[in-house]
């Protein structure tokens, strides 16, 4: 189960460079769980592209060395994938000079909400981290030429939340998905949609990726993508009878056979995911904003005690 074996809080930052095709890295940082995400390099010929960072400045100044053993200039672009701190709070280690990019309604969450984290879990060393937001953002699609390789950055959504964003090396078939797809770990759409993160999912599958580099958990390929869309339609399935039924989604939670999902790494991602799921039922729009502060307590009340956080 992933989230469990990182570093603790304040330990080194454990990490690893996958190379996932020609000139293309993943930044896995092992354990995936809450705010230990994955990050990816793509190395151009005139300058070297981040797909987001990480969330405290050990784990950004890690991946700053990872990088410039592949290309000692600095990175000249970032793409964040969306607005949740833990894939952009590094971006302060490289922006300037780097240019941060990303989707036009990622900037002002970023703003607003990208720093909630460090709230939720106040004993992290999160580091001197000031805010490093996109100069450039985009609606739909953005086309990066690097090249050796065409980077298409894609906006897909509300899902994980309302600014996801993949970037798609279509010549090599290696897809960064950020958080729409962390493989062995449960997806979270508290933020986005469950009818959108299904449209989402099933655009991905559409690509048929070669290689995956989720938003947190191990490199894959296309099965993790597979194995989403699986979860996301019992998800369905299960917010539609339980809401029938009258119970609530922690009530649901509590009895729901997991099946298949049983060994992923945050299971309490669960409840958040039946509230959303009951708020679009109620017909809530697709990434309409949620208190996460009515939502936590219940995930903890599943997990049993605070949320371990490995960042
Ligand atoms: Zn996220």
């Given at each position: 189960?992933?989230?469990?074996?990182?570093?603790?809080?304040?330990?080194?930052?454990?990490?690893?460079?996958?190379?996932?095709?020609?000139?293309?890295?993943?930044?896995?940082q092992?354990g995936?769980?809450?705010?230990?995400?994955?990050?990816?390099?793509?190395?151009?010929?005139?300058?070297?592209?981040?797909?987001?960072?990480?969330?405290?400045?050990?784990?950004?100044?890690?991946?700053?060395?990872?990088?410039?053993?592949?290309?000692?200039?600095?990175?000249?672009?970032?793409?964040?994938?969306?607005?949740h701190g833990?894939?952009?709070l590094?971006?302060?280690?490289f922006?300037?000079?780097?240019?941060?990019?990303?989707?036009?309604?990622?900037?002002?969450?970023?703003?607003?909400?990208?720093?909630?984290?460090?709230?939720?879990?106040?004993?992290?060393?999160?580091g001197?981290l000031?805010?490093?937001?996109?100069?450039?953002?985009?609606?739909?699609?953005l086309?990066?030429?690097l090249?050796?390789?065409?980077?298409?950055?894609?906006?897909?959504?509300?899902?994980?939340?309302?600014?996801?964003?993949?970037?798609?090396?279509p010549?090599?078939?290696?897809?960064?998905?950020?958080?729409?797809?962390?493989?062995?770990h449960?997806?979270?759409?508290?933020?986005?949609?469950l009818?959108?993160?299904?449209?989402?999912?099933?655009?991905?599958l559409?690509?048929e990726?070669a290689?995956?580099?989720?938003?947190?958990?191990?490199?894959?390929?296309?099965?993790?993508?597979?194995?989403t869309?699986r979860?996301?339609?019992?998800?369905?399935a299960?917010?539609?009878?339980?809401?029938?039924?009258?119970?609530?989604?922690?009530?649901?939670?509590?009895?729901?056979?997991?099946?298949?999902?049983?060994?992923?790494?945050?299971?309490?991602?669960?409840?958040?995911?039946?509230?959303?799921?009951?708020?679009?039922?109620?017909?809530?729009?697709?990434?309409?904003?949620?208190?996460?502060?009515?939502?936590?307590?219940?995930?903890?009340?599943y997990?049993g005690?605070?949320?371990?956080?490995?960042?």
């Amino acid at each position: 189960m992933g989230g469990g074996d990182g570093p603790g809080p304040g330990g080194p930052p454990v990490t690893a460079l996958v190379e996932v095709g020609t000139s293309a890295y993943a930044f896995v940082q092992p354990g995936g769980g809450w705010c230990v995400n994955n990050a990816g390099v793509v190395v151009g010929d005139r300058r070297t592209l981040l797909v987001d960072t990480a969330a405290t400045k050990a784990r950004a100044l890690a991946l700053r060395d990872a990088v410039a053993a592949l290309d000692p200039r600095p990175p000249g672009l970032i793409v964040t994938t969306h607005h949740h701190g833990d894939h952009h709070l590094g971006n302060a280690v490289f922006a300037p000079p780097a240019t941060v990019v990303a989707h036009d309604a990622a900037r002002p969450e970023m703003a607003a909400r990208g720093t909630a984290l460090r709230h939720v879990w106040p004993d992290v060393d999160w580091g001197d981290l000031p805010p490093a937001l996109p100069a450039v953002t985009f609606t739909d699609r953005l086309t990066i030429r690097l090249g050796r390789c065409t980077v298409q950055l894609r906006h897909l959504g509300p899902a994980h939340t309302t600014n996801d964003v993949v970037a798609w090396l279509p010549e090599q078939r290696v897809l960064y998905a950020g958080d729409l797809v962390l493989p062995e770990h449960t997806p979270f759409i508290l933020m986005g949609s469950l009818p959108g993160s299904i449209a989402a999912t099933e655009a991905l599958l559409e690509l048929e990726p070669a290689v995956v580099v989720g938003g947190h958990g191990p490199v894959a390929g296309a099965e993790a993508v597979a194995a989403t869309l699986r979860y996301l339609r019992w998800l369905d399935a299960l917010a539609r009878a339980g809401r029938a039924a009258g119970a609530t989604p922690l009530e649901v939670a509590r009895c729901a056979d997991l099946g298949e999902f049983a060994a992923w790494g945050e299971p309490e991602r669960l409840v958040a995911n039946l509230h959303r799921a009951y708020a679009e039922l109620a017909g809530a729009a697709p990434g309409a904003y949620l208190p996460s502060a009515a939502v936590f307590p219940d995930m903890e009340a599943y997990h049993g005690g605070p949320l371990p956080c490995h960042a």
